[in-house]
């Protein structure tokens, strides 16, 4: 029997996590977020290690001062960070519409990439641990949105919370032309490679037969 933490607040994540019928807790991080590099692909790695870190220690901690009420396991921690890049600048969530304004007319007519960072930490039934990270690149092609076009999405609300200022998976839908890679790591969490590398581990990301 293993447990498995999602380090994230996202619903998005969490969405994708119960489409695929994992059994999960959610204990998001709250640090400060603290990058170093300047690369998309370094960024993403730097920011879902520090999430997956500080839940992973929080729960070593809560663990050693509990010891008569946590029944020993095997845990997962898993941190995600996404992050859309368009030449050389990185676009995270918007700050306020004009912010949210000014990525979509950078981004309509042209093709940039998302990055999506993983890390795992593994925590044993002894409390040892061990850590392993992957980034996944996506990339999406939008068409031409014109002014009014762009102004109605953003008074819609939805790209107030996301990366780039835009959901593949909502109502910015009818303006993506292509998209090259794993669509679900536009969404936030790509839950294939997820899958993948745990099997490749040996970690048992389902507890039964699904």
Do not use: W
Request: charged residues 25%; glycine residues 8%.
């Amino acid at each position: 029997m293993s447990q498995i933490i999602l380090a994230s607040a996202s619903p998005r994540r969490r969405e994708l996590l119960e489409q695929v019928g994992i059994e999960f807790s959610i204990c998001p991080a709250k640090g400060e977020e603290v990058i170093t590099s300047t690369k998309p692909q370094e960024v993403v790695l730097e920011l879902s290690k520090q999430k997956a870190e500080e839940v992973a220690a929080g729960t070593l901690s809560y663990n050693e001062s509990h010891k008569d009420l946590v029944t020993p396991q095997d845990i997962l921690v898993i941190g995600a960070d996404t992050v859309v890049s368009y030449g050389d600048q990185i676009l995270g969530k918007p700050v306020d519409e004009e912010d949210a304004i000014r990525m979509l007319r950078m981004l309509s007519g042209n093709t940039h990439s998302v990055y999506t960072g993983v890390t795992f930490v593994f925590i044993d039934k002894s409390g040892r641990t061990g850590e392993y990270s992957f980034y996944e690149k996506t990339d999406v092609s939008m068409y031409e949105m014109t002014e009014e076009e762009i102004r109605r999405y953003v008074d819609s609300g939805e790209p107030m919370d996301k990366a780039g200022s835009y959901g593949i998976q909502g109502k910015c839908a009818i303006h993506i032309r292509a998209i090259e890679g794993d669509y679900n790591n536009v969404v936030g969490l790509p839950v294939a490679r997820v899958y993948q590398e745990l099997t490749r581990l040996g970690f048992p990301i389902y507890n039964k037969s699904v």
